[in-house]
């Protein structure tokens, strides 16, 4: 969808609500003291932050008071990509920051943690009891040798222990990494292992669906496969008592003790991150306590407008980014919302009564969600009071116009709705939300700032109103400073910089459209490319889950040894619905004629799911990988998919190929 498909806004925001945003108040405030714009609005800005980006980020450091125990001696010390360094000599402290709150005797008494699981809730902590239990914590970290450097890692769910042990981790300079325990051994080993961690912060067991989830034969495993572990501590959310050897949760969070912030230098790693990492181990990202500070200020402050009274509501699990993203929400005084639980439990419409317990102002969620609710004829508004939500976004994959239209209808009129995307690799979104712009229906709203988004064609040209190369041709202060266990940097530099040198190529295909707004349509690595003409695979997506009939779909794209090229269209049917005649003509037509005629698919395949990631992307190019006839233990990390099952299909559908063309 280009700007000529949709020339009316879905929703404006009224003059009101600009003037109260606080990107609008950063930019006359910039204006004043930095040379931004103060007029031209967004886009103005959003180009003054990128062809002044030392400027920029010096105006967001001061804006948001970020506190530099050592003062920086420039804000580029150098523009290469990869390699950029940001705010050389600085230290600071990212825990300090997420932690001031509880500093004002006004607010210290108030929630900084609601934490709401499947039975109970929402249970607040406060920030000064947050800040206490940070500071034991700490000091017991100390006690057992952890260093500023040393690793420390959480087998957790989404629950305020995650938090405490994260920032604790943080305030002495460690650097902390997590995976959610419905997560296996091996799945956890292949991250784990690979940044060797001192201490382990394990759950015996979770509840999701209603069922608690034992996970002390796991944590066990965890135990006898991490040699380098010097403690383990125990957080007995179903009750059992510390296994031999590990420490217990409240003994060392008792202590009233008052946090200790290691002043690190700004490139100071924080937290590793991993990709999904489908083929192969996954990727472990590094990014630093300066620049994700800075990025998520930023983004959370003018992008999310959060600030002081406003409650933060993501649905997500510690194994993905975007608990790492919530959890910053405290950086601006923002109450966020820790949900425990399965999302559709006990109905599919659950997470709207948490955000209506919870006081929600910003809903985020998956653009599946969003659609699930919409195919199970979820009415929010109609049972739950949605008043205190100001905005609903999502993530995950591009919100289809369908579901920009439900939200609409069914939550409210006067309703911003972000559908945002960025990555893992950066922890933040490369465009989405921004509070003073319009929002048109299959669109982000804009870049973010300090982002210099654009989209190339093969010859490294940039295009507007045409598809292209997702890129970023300005360094951004949360790219990973490295990845671990790559000295010499040929990793991270092959997965973002082999197409266009010193230039951040992500590999998702976009539309800039004339008005500024962003169109996702997929991974570039799975592009349908038929008869020449590239299509994402979203596109098809968003057009066939809109059939009742189909509740997911994947569809690959694959060279023929002969030269031919072979397009299957998998779908996963809706319950009682049936793969006839008739359902394959109407999928058929359906793509023809909104999409494009070239992209019919060869055959369309009943299949009993579609396989994702531990994180819910679809899986595409191992799937790919096996129809080509890749052996199962070369085409996917075992580890990295949420049913491995589902693969034997896919493989035994190639090996039927195989054996007709032979």
């Not at 959310?237 to 202590?255: F, K, N, V």
């Not at 800075?294 to 407008?305: S, V, W």
């Amino acid at each position: 969808m280009t700007s000529a498909a949709s020339p009316s806004p879905l929703w404006q925001p009224d003059a009101d609500r600009i003037a109260a945003a606080h990107v609008t108040r950063f930019q006359s405030w910039a204006a004043e003291r930095y040379g931004a714009p103060a007029d031209g609005g967004y886009a103005a800005l959003h180009h003054w932050s990128v062809t002044e980006l030392e400027t920029f980020w010096k105006a967001v450091a001061d804006w948001f008071d970020v506190r530099f125990s050592t003062p920086y001696e420039r804000v580029l010390g150098s523009r290469a990509m990869p390699g950029a360094e940001w705010f050389p000599g600085a230290t600071l402290n990212y825990a300090e920051h997420a932690l001031r709150t509880a500093d004002d005797p006004a607010r210290a008494d108030e929630p900084a943690l609601l934490h709401v699981d499947e039975t109970q809730g929402p249970t607040p902590v406060s920030w000064a009891e947050l800040r206490r239990q940070v500071g034991s914590l700490a000091a017991e970290l100390r006690t057992v040798g952890v260093r500023p450097g040393d690793r420390v890692s959480g087998y957790l769910p989404n629950v305020p222990q995650a938090v405490v042990a994260f920032l604790a981790s943080a305030a002495v300079g460690a650097v902390w990494t997590s995976c959610a325990p419905d997560f296996g051994a091996r799945s956890v080993l292949d991250r784990f292992q690979q940044i060797e961690p001192v201490v382990l912060f394990a759950v015996d067991g979770y509840r999701y669906g209603g069922k608690e989830h034992d996970r002390t034969a796991t944590v066990a495993e965890l135990r006898a496969e991490l040699p380098t572990l010097r403690a383990v501590v125990h957080i007995p959310l179903l009750g059992t008592p510390a296994p031999e050897g590990a420490l217990d949760w409240s003994a060392l969070t008792s202590a009233d003790t008052e946090p200790a912030f290691e002043q690190v230098p700004f490139a100071h790693p924080l937290w590793v991150l991993y990709s999904s990492g489908t083929t192969g181990l996954p990727k472990a990202i590094v990014q630093s306590q300066g620049g994700i500070l800075l990025e998520h200020f930023k983004q959370i402050g003018l992008h999310c407008d959060l600030g002081p009274g406003d409650r933060f509501f993501w649905y997500t699990s510690t194994g993905w980014m975007m608990w790492n993203f919530l959890v910053s929400g405290l950086l601006t005084g923002t109450t966020i919302v820790l949900y425990d639980g399965s999302p559709g439990y006990p109905d599919t419409g659950a997470q709207w009564g948490v955000a209506e317990r919870t006081g929600a102002t910003l809903f985020g969620t998956s653009a599946a969600y969003v659609m699930a609710c919409r195919k199970a004829d979820v009415h929010p508004a109609r049972d739950h009071d949605l008043s205190k939500i100001a905005c609903v976004a999502t993530t995950g994959s591009p919100l289809p116009p369908d579901g920009f239209r439900w939200l609409h209808d069914e939550v409210a009129e006067d309703l911003w709705i972000a559908s945002v995307s960025g990555g893992t690799d950066v922890c933040t979104c490369f465009a989405g939300a921004v509070p003073t712009l319009p929002v048109h229906i299959g669109e982000l709203q804009a870049a973010c700032l300090g982002t210099d988004l654009q989209a190339w064609d093969p010859q490294g040209e940039p295009v507007i109103d045409e598809v292209g190369e997702l890129v970023v041709t300005n360094p951004m202060p949360s790219m990973p400073v490295r990845f671990w266990n790559d000295p010499d940097g040929s990793r991270y530099h092959d997965s973002y910089f082999d197409m266009y040198p010193g230039v951040w190529r992500h590999g998702d295909w976009i539309t800039l459209t004339d008005r500024g707004s962003v169109v996702i349509h997929g991974r570039s690595d799975s592009t349908l490319n038929r008869q020449g003409v590239r299509m994402g695979s979203a596109d098809i997506y968003e057009a066939v889950e809109r059939l009742p009939e189909i509740r997911e779909s994947l569809v690959i794209g694959l060279e023929e040894p002969d030269g031919g090229y072979w397009m299957p269209l998998f779908v996963h049917l809706a319950e009682g619905a049936v793969l006839d005649d008739t359902l394959r003509a109407r999928i058929k037509t359906t793509i023809r004629q909104e999409l494009s005629p070239r992209h019919v698919p060869d055959t369309i395949i009943e299949v009993p799911a579609v396989p994702h990631t531990l994180t819910g992307k679809r899986i595409e190019v191992p799937v790919k990988r096996l129809l080509q006839g890749t052996e199962l233990a070369k085409a996917v990390n075992p580890g990295s998919v949420d049913n491995l099952e589902l693969l034997h299909f896919y493989e035994s559908l190639a090996r039927e190929r195989r054996e007709a063309r032979a």
